[in-house]
């Protein structure tokens, strides 16, 4: 018998807030296979304190629309990662994503689906990841379709 591993995806802030505006877009997306439990969602509680002080940006309904999301897309909450796991990783990437990157590679997800394409989908931080594949949410949505 051929066991299927879910694919695990690390949903950076700035996607859980673009789905928040959208419920039609690609981030929107994301989180209905993660509800559906068709892929595996992880945050870590540094993304829960980003989503907290992003949160006043958001009108009414963006505010329900991330309540649910955070209550009904299975998402699962890691730990931030360590002092020395982050350090690590301010040789790729600036000291305000290393937590991002650090604990998608401490839990090794197969993604990292982030819209900080400036920070995050540069040659040196793809080198520095090497097994986790680092994409736009309407990537991640073209491949998996």
Not at 23 to 33: D, E, P, Q, V, Y
Not at 34 to 42: A, E, Y
Not at 129 to 141: A, G
Request: proline share 3%.
């Amino acid at each position: 018998m051929v066991r299927h591993t879910m694919i695990t995806v690390f949903i950076d802030t700035s996607v859980l807030l673009s789905a928040c505006l959208s419920k039609t877009g690609a981030s929107a997306f994301i989180l209905g296979f993660c509800r559906k439990k068709k892929i595996k969602g992880i945050i870590s509680k540094y993304v829960l304190s980003e989503l907290k002080r992003n949160a006043e940006k958001l009108d009414q309904l963006g505010k329900r629309r991330l309540n649910f999301y955070i209550l009904q897309s299975h998402l699962i909450i890691v730990d931030n990662p360590t002092l020395e796991e982050t350090k690590i990783c301010e040789k790729v990437i600036n000291s305000k994503d290393t937590p991002i990157l650090a604990v998608a590679m401490k839990n090794k997800v197969n993604y990292l689906v982030t819209l900080n394409i400036k920070d995050f989908l540069l040659p040196k931080v793809k080198n520095f990841v090497k097994s986790l594949i680092i994409l736009t949410p309407r990537d991640f949505v073209m491949l998996v379709k």
